[in-house]
């Protein structure tokens, strides 16, 4: 296959990931065909959910059948990456295709190999087997998590570069709040996110506010918890989601230690939605908002109390900061596409002539 000099020439790119709306894939999905790229994409969730639509059935089968679904997906991957000749290949959190099948692919279509992965590449219980062999295939990996880039250089990972999280422009804008949203969306203060013990934990010592809880598996709280009254049992997405973080007068953001977070994707969405954001304090976090004018920050259940307590009574300020931070998400280049564009960039900037 012979490959184009002109590093101004767009490349065949095929994109491997989830497609739903809420998925980042989808906006880069939309970008790249809105900014005329031939592109070709590979959904693996979905070739299981084709076949096995219960969400149970999918994780038994994860967890008992990984290696046939592992061989399966791989030929899917294989098999559309000869028929389709891409440039470019990139695979978003490519649990699911071996390193057999990346070499395969390589040398039939000479093309270059990239993986995104936005969860801690050291956490076993995100990262299988199949990704971490698989890894020494790619010509570059592409991490949110910044202390991942010398963790991996150790194992002899050296092709590596951090590009921070973001929010997708189809699903993260300001919505207007009915009074009806307000009523079935508001609250003092939200949070929107899935069940860890830990945040259930510090959520458990904000009973003296109005608290709403939007995500999945806060079944798992205990009783003896007392959030029954505020998990909503539900998790929210786009649409809902801009409507619960604009009428909800304050939204936390906790980080997941099981990920070892220093920033995640609504560190971006919050402000995206022109929602007042109240935040774990780090220095990634500070690296992207200014403290006290762009977003809140606390580091201790105190701090996130006393300044809760503060700007649920000054909401001039809370909504200063709130359209601050959204101005800052829009000015600095914060979304989804944005980072696509970064990994394009240096994808023109090295391939080879």
Known sequence: MQVSCDRNKKPRILLAGNFKPQDFEFSWREWLLAHNYLVQTLNPASILNNHLPSSNAQRLFHRFFRVPLVLFVSRQFVATACSFRPELILVVSGNLISANALQTVRHETKATLYHF????????????????DASFLYDHLFTTKSFNVSELAEIGLTQVSYIPHGYRPNCHFPVTISE???QQYGSDLAFVGTWEAERASTLAQLKEFDLRIWGAYWHKAGKELGLRGAIQNRAVYCDDMSRVFNASKINLAFLRKANRDRHTSRTFEIPACGGFQLSERTDEVLSFFEEGKEIECFESVDELKDKARYYLVHEAQRQRIASAGMARVQRSGYSYTDRLQTILEYYSETKPL
Do not use: M, Q
């Open 117 to 132: 992965y936005g969860e801690d590449f050291f956490n076993p219980l995100n990262t299988t087997r199949t990704l971490r």
């Open 180 to 182: 009806a949203d307000r």
